[in-house]
């Protein structure tokens, strides 16, 4: 998008638009550095053999030089084709990489990577045939051709680079150290650089790069920051794309990069106001197809090495610490009936027989849950362990549910703010206060120091390993202000019934995806949790257990409501409530 944007607006200059996508790589030397000094490498990293100085001079030489090659191949694609055709005939590359890896790489040929192969051959093909209406006026039909024979010799090219850079890293690096990721784009894009700038100023287009930026239509400002960013996104698109060869493979890297490719043609509608035909719809149709065939066979490989791996090894059961996960969803169910022990003495909830008959079914249904047999746990964690984790669970259970009734309490006895910035205020401070104390625990334990280990050696890789954080943390704090919110506008009961609806699906989800084993007593456990304490939901929170006996002015509010549609529009009468609390009514 950013290099067609550089020849709408009067850029000319073919070497220039080439140069910028290689010559960001002083970008990576930060990153190189800080994965030399890192400490936490595996202890194999040395094992095999370090490539001499000459190899990897050739090596880079080689790879550098093709990859200059192939940005010029683009390059000219780009300037006589529409973006829609350039960004779908770029989806060949992933055809051509297939048949690379197939002879490099030892890619092995599905029925479902061959439709793939199709598909996608088929949908740049098409593009060649059509008609010459939205070139009319703008590109002679030479170079049409032209700019259409460049970016499938690209496409094929990168392709080849591609396999031929997974090669290198199985054949020639061998490091697991991604410091090797590093080195690979800065000395291919150092090399490239230097035949793009010899090819530069052996064309004389460096004479006119002055007068370029001075006519070009956005300003000059404009000009340069379009070539900036343009090397920007180059050095993080090459990021992604050699980090994904050095962890998989040069194919699943091509099919992350080709993932966008439909998207484009949209946004170039959108921006640069091209025409999108009938035979484009039809290419990127295919195109899209193509990729969906490709990824559902990536989905069968992946399929098979879970479930091979889970033969295995089952010790790598996914639990939190102690417990599978659906086990430790059930037994917090029981906060449930702690909560509403809490909220008798705490909130002067009453207890009525069916608070009763839900404390009773929780309790029973998680004590079940301790006495199981062996069979489901045992291949996965010791019974010791598996008590021990059943303890902490129900302990904070029980300590989750008094929390809840004390937060209740504060709203009532001394926070006394109807506004919801009180809600706000609670989840702010409250978790600030938690947050410095487990900081401590964390530098106190000497936890910190394997942070930067278990990142590296988390199985899903590491940016996922902060994505799950991140999602974690935002996720805790949008139930936070679920839960603190009901506690606030009802009670903590009825807040406590609402979080625990969704428990009972959670098994389910953890046999899906975790692959959790759901025995009877499981399922006996589950069936008993469904809520059954009604008076928590609507008759407590309408009846004197609220406040004592008093209401706030928006409850009553609704309250007023709720009698006059019994009662046929007859309301309540209001009096003044009890000394010290003027907006309190009696119900």
Known sequence: MLGRLYFNNGGKSKWMITLVQTAGFPLMYPLIFFFSSSKTQPENHHVAGKPSWTTLVILYTTLGTFFATDCMLYTFGLNFLPVSTYSLICASQLAFNAFFSYFLNGQKFTPYIANSLVLLSFSSTLLVFQ?????????????????????????????????????????????????????????????????????????????????????????????IMNLVWTAVAWQVFSVGCIGLIFEVSSLFSNVITTLGIPIVPVLAVVFFHEKMNGVKVISMLLAIWGFISYIYQHYIDDSKEKAKARLVNHDRHVRLLYLPVSTYSLICASQLGFNAVFAFFLNQQKLTPYIMNSIFILTLSTILLVIQGDSSESIYTSKRRYTFGFVCTISASAGYALLLSLTQLSYQKIVKDESFRAVLSMIIYQSMVSSFVIVIGIFASGDWKMLRGEMMEFELGEVLYVMI???????????????????????????????????????????????????GVKIVSMANHKPTNRSSTSQTSMTSSINGGYCTSTQMEGLDNTISNVNGGIGSHRSQGPPNEAAYYPI
């Open 469 to 519: 954080l991140v999602s974690k943390a935002v996720s805790w704090q949008i139930f936070s202000i679920g839960i603190m919110g009901l506690t606030f506008k009802v009670t903590s009961l009825f807040s406590n019934v609402v979080s625990t609806v969704g428990l009972p699906i959670v098994p389910i989800l953890a046999v899906v995806f975790f692959h959790d084993e759901m025995s």
């Open 131 to 223: 008609s010459d209406e939205e070139q009319t006026g703008k590109i002679s039909r030479s170079k049409y051709i032209i700019g259409f024979v460049c970016t499938v010799a690209a496409s094929a090219g990168y392709g080849f680079m591609l396999s031929i850079t997974q090669l290198a890293f199985q054949k020639i690096l061998k490091s697991t150290s991604y410091k090797v990721v590093f080195d690979m784009i800065v000395y291919q894009n150092m090399v490239a650089s230097v035949g793009i700038l010899m090819g530069l100023f052996a064309s004389g287009e460096w004479k006119d790069i002055d007068g370029e930026m001075r006519s070009f239509e956005s300003g000059t400002v404009s000009y």
